[in-house]
């Protein structure tokens, strides 16, 4: 799912694209992405856009007549900036915002549409939109630690939590908790003040530095390699590979859609950690320590 940097990037890249011009049309190619009755797309059709903002994982176009436009990618959605009047073409194409110079499209590459459009009216009904998150880059360190116990949950859960913290997901939670030498399953309400203030730091840097590597990356052109799996990350998606930090192998725990990649070396002191499905499978035979795991590894080759 993109997150805080890959949003910043889709916005810095339409900005220059469409600030100032005229929306000419949305086209809309799937039933189940718009999820507002009124204002219609055809409300839209003709005015002007007055600027971009993100909204929790939300890209919101501002539009004149306080009209907004605002697209969730969920998992699968991605933009692309294509020639005006380009076709929608393919089970993958849901929409189409055309301008003068070009047009937007979004697609989605899954079976399960989840990415979804909708259209407001006036700043109370966008802030209907807005899951409560705080913004990682806009909170002191009291407002972070306030809202980081405010419930008793995993590290990973609640940095993910768009109630809690705004536009952080899967892979970036990953990179953070790394950075920190947090462990993901660590509670929220624990943290000595002086982790909290380690993990405050390393949300900030790691948002930060990762959304002015993937703008410059993009530099003029429009970012069309979106992914969560990034060269350069530390954990996230490099399941087995060695820790840049210490060598040891990164390990996952897997859970519905989503994954925790860590070191347990440098995060949670040589100790394994496992979802509980697996935990009840294995029951015993589940090795509790990476020293376990190579061992075991060990004897299947000998």
């Known amino acids: 799912m993109p997150e805080l940097p890959d949003i910043a990037t889709y916005i810095h890249a339409l900005e220059r694209r469409v600030v100032g011009r005229e929306l000419l049309a949305i086209r809309i190619a799937s039933p189940f992405l718009l999820r507002t009755v009124s204002p219609a797309p055809s409300d839209a059709a003709g005015k002007r856009v007055l600027g971009l903002r993100r909204l929790g994982k939300r890209i919101v ?20 900036w294509r020639p005006a009047g380009a076709k929608l073409a393919g089970k993958v194409a849901l929409a189409a915002f055309d301008f003068d110079a070009g047009s937007l499209t979004l697609t989605e590459a899954s079976t399960k549409k989840r990415a979804s459009l909708a259209i407001v009216r006036g700043e109370e009904s966008l802030a209907d939109l807005d899951r409560g998150g705080l913004e990682p880059l806009d909170a002191s360190l ?3 630690r306030q809202r980081l116990e405010s419930e008793n949950h995993t590290l990973k859960r609640a940095l993910t ?15 953070i908790l790394h950075r920190t030498r947090l462990s993901p399953a660590k509670w929220s309400t624990r943290l000595t003040g002086e982790e909290s203030e380690r993990l405050y730091s390393a949300v900030r ?12 990356e993009a530099g003029d052109g429009f970012p069309e ?7 350069g990350m530390a954990a996230h998606g490099r399941y087995g590979e060695p820790c840049p930090a210490c060598g040891s192998p990164i390990q996952r725990i897997v859970y519905a859609e989503n994954e925790s990649n860590y070191c347990a ?21 589940w090795p509790r320590t990476l020293a376990d795991l190579e061992e075991r590894r060990a004897g299947r080759k000998g």
């Open 61 to 80: 176009f501002e539009l004149e007549d306080e009209l907004f436009v605002a697209v969730h990618l969920m998992i699968a959605g991605r933009l692309h």
């Open 142 to 144: 009291a407002e972070f």
């Open 161 to 175: 939590d768009p109630r809690l913290f705004s536009g952080i997901g899967n892979a970036y939670s990953d990179e």
């Open 205 to 216: 840097s790691v948002l930060t530095e990762w959304t002015e590597r993937l703008i410059a």
């Open 225 to 231: 390699k979106v992914t969560a799996f990034r060269p």
């Open 265 to 285: 070396t440098c995060q949670t002191g040589g100790k394994l950690l496992a979802d509980r499905s697996l935990s009840r499978l294995l029951k015993g035979d």
